[in-house]
């Protein structure tokens, strides 16, 4: 069965710093990929997907996540923290043969000025 | 282009009394609808979804349910809030087909019930 682990419920960081959000997977197939970011009292939007057609995967705000496949790890990254980052972030997987995705508990981004 | 719409944005309930959430998707036909919630300080939580009207799939049993009278249309319902009911739910819609495909999410509500 799919599963997603978002490492750190929190992370804190400098503006203009680089910023790391860890996300592995579990998947008995190749999976699909997402990062979504939450800001407070709004949806979610997309970040950025992992459909296998590149390992390096650039989205939205300057973001970027590498699939790893050894690893089985998606970590988002961004080279230079903004304060208009400060968020949530969510990573899921696909689930395949259905219409769900399943989605990691979360990590909030906080960046210090 | 499609849109996602979701309303009310907030809403304040007393226990015991009934709830409706209204979601509507445009710029689509056919799309899978989602409902999702999200307790304070919790991750999303898949509640229903649906991939035509009609049919509706049940992830957590609760004292809530959802339609889908229209194709475009997905509601929330509940004839009894708990306070356990508090929090922030989300629509979100994706292309009709497998669940590869992104996941769209509305504005949400903010319920409260007190």
């Known amino acids: 069965a799919q599963s997603v682990t978002q490492l750190g419920s929190h992370v804190s960081v400098s503006e203009g710093a680089l910023v790391l959000l860890r996300c592995n997977y579990s998947?008995?197939?190749?999976?699909?990929l997402f990062w979504y970011v939450q800001y407070p009292n709004q949806g979610l939007q997309l970040l950025l997907k992992?459909?296998?057609?590149?390992?390096l995967v650039k989205g939205i705000n300057g973001f970027e996540a590498e699939f790893k496949k050894s690893e089985t790890s998606f970590h988002l990254t961004k080279p230079s923290a903004h304060m208009s980052d400060a968020a949530e972030y969510f990573c899921?997987?696909?689930?395949?043969?259905?219409?769900?995705?399943?989605f990691g508990s979360g990590t909030r981004l906080l960046v210090r000025p | 282009s499609q849109t996602i719409h979701q309303w009310p944005a907030t809403l304040v309930q007393p226990v015991g009394s009934p709830l409706s959430l209204e979601c509507t998707v445009e710029?689509?036909?056919?799309?899978?609808l989602y409902w999702y919630r999200q307790a304070a300080g919790r991750g999303l939580q898949l509640l229903f979804y649906?991939?035509?009207?009609?049919?509706i799939s049940s992830e957590v049993p609760q004292n809530l349910s959802a339609s889908r009278p229209q194709d475009r249309q997905f509601i929330l319902s509940s004839k009894k809030l708990l306070l356990s009911d508090s929090g922030f739910y989300l629509c979100?819609?994706?292309?009709?087909?497998?669940?590869?495909?992104?996941?769209?999410f509305g504005p949400g509500t903010r319920l409260t019930v007190l």
């Open positions: 979100a819609w994706s292309v009709a087909g497998t669940g590869t495909d992104t996941q769209y």
């Open positions: 998947s008995s197939v190749p999976p699909y």
């Open positions: 992992y459909t296998s057609a590149a390992t």
């Open positions: 899921a997987v696909s689930v395949d043969s259905s219409y769900k995705l399943i």
């Open positions: 710029g689509t036909s056919n799309p899978n």
């Open positions: 649906s991939v035509g009207i009609g049919q």
